[in-house]
Each structure stands twice: as structure tokens, then as C-alpha cells.
């Protein structure tokens, strides 16, 4: 933009992430904090006119419906307000689908909306436990944090933005700012959960759920689906969302991925599910498990191991029930192991965090 806006923003230090490699930068290895299926919330918004500010959050690519028309003109699948914004911007507060997070990484995505697109954006964030104060902001400051500054975007094209430095502190509620109007298909917030964590130490929850901090660290292969979807909560919509990887060959071939638990603590039990996946599941699944204490992160081959899941026979589109083989040892990370290889849609990791 050639003019400057009488919001001021501060300046955050990020690097432009070409459209091409935005899903390798981002999605194994972060999750969308905003994102409907983890249970990001759209508050409130300044304007709504010609399509819903609803559709940012959609976990699914934007569509095109040419021809398609409705009360307000033509139908488009994003977020697209009225012209003539005298405002510096359009908003949408959103509340983020964990208790709080920390970012990494921003996309913007204007597939299909050109002529009528976000000429730019920012981006802010702060940790409240107030939605309605949030919302009685509106698109004054109030206690508004910049998360990424006005940063250009244009027509039907994807943006991604890394942050040289991930945000320091956590966040409960992100508004993205669209200067002065138009539309946008998406909205995506890449990063990790802070969770809170029961204060009984004897709960059992899931130490794997993105939700409760868990992270997909790598895997052997993702040609179909990222690891990322392993730790999402629910069953999916389709075989879209969980992780599958390509069809072997070889002799004794395996495929694996390395989860990092929210939470150091002992297994009690497991869950694999294979839910819509028919005619590619694996032949078995196992779970190893470690306690890890070096640097980095545990590579697949690291020792210390450890089987909590024997290789047990699965089948198609089914929750597959373990008890833990140690249930009395903390770990940090657990290792999904499919036999030889296929697609699975989530795993859940119950336990007791070890305090």
C-alpha cells in the first residue's frame, strides 16, 4: 500500500514464505490455531456484507462457484465486505481453538477474489479470558498486541509470512485487520498450544492432543496426509485429514512418525484410529515410547525406545484399543509405527502427566 495508515503497528521482523512452500514450511509441523477443526471461534466482525467471516476458518481450499449468485451479488467462498470502508480497516476477532498458543507462522489466502481482494493485512493478538472486553474493541487498540505488521497482499494468491522469532508470549485471541476492505478466502495461524493442565494429578487425558501442547516432530513419509492431522481432535470429515503415506514395495518396509507429548508422563492407554480409511489402512500398527533427555529431538533409530503397543492387527474405519505394556515409566515422546505402511487418522495418547 502507498499510503500509510493512522493505526500504527509495530515492526515484526518476518520473512515472506513464497505460496509454493507454504504447506512444507508450516503444516507437519505446526498446527492452525484458528482453524474450525480444533476449535477456533469467530467473535465478532466489523462487516460481513457480501460473504461470511466464517469461511476464514474453513479447514478446507477455497472453492469457486462462477455464476453463482445470492441476496448481497456473487457468491464466494471467504470472508468479503462492503466497499467504501471509511474505517483504516475491516476486522475479525477470532478465539483461538486451544486454551491459549504462541505463532510462528501467518497465511492469507485471496484464491478467487480479484478486483475485490485485500490490498493488505495485519495481524494482532492478546491473552484474555474476557471475550466480550475483546469484543468491545472492536477495531479501536484496546490492549491489542502486533502479532505480524501491514504486510501487502493481492489477488487470488496464497501469502505466508514466517516470523523471524516465534511470539514470546502466549495468545488467547488473534483479529486479523484488512486494509481498507475486500475479501479473503483464508486464514491460517501456524504455531503450538499452551495448555492448561488439570490440577489433579492423577487426571488422565490425552498428552498427545494438539490441544494439550503434543507436536508432530517427523515422520518416514506424508505423500497423502501430514502428521500434524495424527493429533486433532475428533475422527475427521474424510481421509483428507489424517496421515497417510505412499504405497511400499520393499521387503519389510515400515513407515513411522515421532510425536512429542504436551506433557512428560506414564501411558495408561491408546487409541488408533483408522476412521475412513477402508481399502489403505496398515496391516498392523505400534507404538514405541521414550524418555528423552538429549538435544533436539529423538531420531526414529535413537536408543531408548521403548514398545508400549505390541504389533497388533488393524482394520478399516475402527478406534483400535490398547492398554499401555508400561503403564509405571514417564516419556516425552511416543513413535507410531505402521505395518508396512497406509493411513491413519488420529492417535491418542491417555495418561497422567508426571509433575
Not at 42 to 52: G, K, R, V
Not at 64 to 71: E, N
Not at 258 to 283: C, E, M, S, Y
Not at 312 to 339: A, Q, R, Y
Request: aromatic letters at 10%.
Amino acid at each position: 500500500m502507498s499510503e500509510e495508515t493512522e493505526y500504527k503497528l509495530e515492526n515484526v521482523a518476518v520473512t515472506r514464505v513464497a505460496a509454493e512452500n507454504i504447506d512444507a514450511s508450516f503444516r507437519s509441523s505446526t498446527v492452525d490455531l484458528v482453524s474450525a477443526t480444533l476449535g477456533g471461534k469467530i467473535l465478532s466482525f466489523s462487516d460481513e456484507w457480501f460473504a461470511e467471516a466464517s469461511n476464514l476458518i474453513n479447514p478446507k481450499p477455497p472453492i469457486r462457484q462462477p455464476g453463482k449468485m445470492v441476496f448481497a451479488g456473487a457468491w464466494y467462498d471467504g470472508w468479503e465486505t462492503r466497499r467504501h470502508n471509511t474505517a483504516p480497516f475491516d476486522y475479525v476477532v477470532i478465539r483461538l481453538g486451544v486454551a491459549s498458543g504462541i505463532v510462528e507462522g501467518i497465511e492469507v489466502d485471496t484464491t478467487f477474489f480479484s478486483g475485490n481482494h485485500a490490498p493488505a493485512i495485519s495481524v494482532e493478538g492478546v491473552f484474555s479470558d474476557d471475550d466480550e472486553k475483546v469484543i468491545g474493541w472492536k477495531g479501536g487498540r484496546g490492549e491489542w498486541e502486533t502479532i505480524l505488521g501491514l504486510e501487502e497482499c493481492g489477488p487470488s494468491q496464497r501469502f505466508g509470512w514466517k516470523l523471524a522469532v516465534p511470539t514470546k508470549k502466549a495468545y488467547t485471541h488473534v483479529r486479523l485487520n484488512m486494509y481498507p476492505d475486500g475479501g479473503i478466502a483464508r486464514f491460517r495461524l501456524f504455531g503450538h498450544a499452551v495448555p492448561v493442565f488439570p490440577e489433579d494429578k492423577d487426571a488422565i487425558f490425552d498428552l498427545a492432543a494438539a490441544q494439550n501442547g503434543g507436536r508432530a516432530i517427523a515422520c518416514s513419509d506424508e505423500h497423502f496426509g501430514v502428521i500434524v492431522n495424527l493429533i486433532l481432535p475428533g475422527r475427521g470429515k474424510d481421509m483428507g485429514d489424517g496421515w497417510e503415506t505412499s504405497r511400499s514395495r520393499g521387503k519389510n518396509h515400515i513407515d513411522w512418525a515421532v510425536i512429542r507429548l504436551g506433557a512428560k508422563g506414564t501411558v495408561q492407554d491408546l487409541v488408533v484410529d483408522t476412521a475412513f480409511f477402508r481399502g489403505n489402512f496398515p496391516q498392523k500398527a505400534k507404538v514405541e515410547a521414550i524418555d528423552w533427555s538429549g538435544e533436539g529431538e529423538p531420531g526414529a533409530l535413537a536408543e531408548g525406545w521403548t514398545e508400549i503397543v505390541e504389533p497388533s492387527k488393524c482394520g478399516p474405519d475402527k478406534e483400535h484399543e490398547f492398554k499401555s505394556l508400561v503403564t509405571d515409566k514417564p516419556f516425552t515422546h511416543v513413535k507410531l509405527v505402521m505395518i508396512p505402511d497406509g493411513g491413519v487418522k488420529r492417535i491418542r495418547v491417555f495418561g497422567k502427566r508426571s509433575v
